[in-house]
């Protein structure tokens, strides 16, 4: 046998072990997220078992690189660089797959920069670090739709126009009724889509018309949370002022009386570092939808139905349920330790973006410790701190906290239940939604990516004597 195939064989079964797969898997195209063991939380824990099996750091670059079996074998086999290796895999005789068109640039924007190397985030220019401090939601909303911070007057204007917009058309309102037994994402969906029935110009395709139908959903949503959360209590729905910014709008209606200046102040911030994220899988399907021509209730109903996946959205709710399984801070490790041990999520950690802390996650770790400490009960908080020491190891290959570990977390301790969490959400990620489909609407096109077709061809059919 000779000594490179020892190496060869060596890394393979390093390899296989890591990822819970046989060797007789591992092929040169194997690559990372070509099968699902081999997902982000598993591709750091193959970086650290290679750290630890060839007494050697595995910086970035290398990482970035270290993403097919071939490139695997060609490092360990030579002088601790991976030989040239592409950091996308190529199929056998095709073109180069991008899954998940990671790291793709579809179109350019001008709403939201991310630097996902330094844990950037900036709203039209502006960081995110600052907006969450010095700005309202609303004033952050009219910053997306319109690239700047509004004065005095523009400010009154925005407001006034989701004055205006706070009330549902009563069919609307009683289906919200006839829902209150169905998920509040799935009520909320459903809503919107009501909604663009009863607008008689859904379908204009001016621009100020689709700037409308957005203004209008951003007031509108909350009415459809509020009032469906309204209903399964068995309560009727509160309604204050409608001119009142939109945050105590919302968590008046929530809670059936006038929320705290602390209250608010805390859900402005949410709001804020949630409003948007660039191209996440949400705001591309809204541009998708908006390169089809859909009317703006449809791009909107596009976007829910998305980002509610678990691994978008979703995640909040599902890091409130993991906190309620680990329930105390003595169980976290353990927890972790059979996580992994069945290549299973640790949910609130990793990003596709970020290779640092998630710049949204001081704000909302912030915001979640005041609302614990002012509520009395710091035991979720505690079980959150436990799993970022766990998880730690991780955190130098950029598997770090994201911005669902502490969100759901706040909403808990200001009184409102898990599965309002991707609700809430989804009216703070409107204003995002609206700003991209109408960037997408002036300078449309229909975005239409390739399959590469990897399946049989040239078949004859049974009726002509084929199999």
Known sequence: MTDQLQKYQHVDQIVASVLGVSVDQLSDELSYQSIHQWDSLSHVDLMLELEKQYQCKIDQDLLTELVTVKALRQWASGAGKAAGAPAVAAPAQGPV?????????FDSSRITRIDGTNGVLEYCGYSIHELAELSSFDEVAYLLHFGKLPDAAERQAFQDQLTAARSLPASVAQLM????HAHPVEAVRTGVSALGGFDPNANDPSEAA?????????AQIPLLIATHHAARGGRELVTPDPSLPLIDHLLWMLKGEAPSALEVQLMNCDFVVHADHSSNASTFAARVATGCQVDMYGVITAAISTFAGDLHGGAIER???????????????????ERRANNLPVMGFG???????????????SSALRASQERGDLTGFEIIQALETEMAPYARHGIEANVDLYAGLLYRM???PNDLSVPLFIAARMAGWAAHALEQDANNILIRPLLHYSGRSGLIHPARGGQ
């Open 177 to 180: 009724r006839d829902l209150r």
């Open 97 to 105: 797959l991008h899954r998940g068109l990671n790291g793709i640039h």
């Open 351 to 365: 990003h596709r973006v970020y290779r640092t802390e998630d710049p949204r996650v001081r704000h909302l770790r």
């Open 319 to 337: 890091v409130m349920d993991m906190i309620d399984e680990i329930g105390t801070v003595a169980n976290t490790a353990a927890y972790v330790a």
């Open 210 to 218: 689709r700037r409308g139908v957005g203004v209008r959903l951003l």
């Open 414 to 416: 200001l009184g409102l």
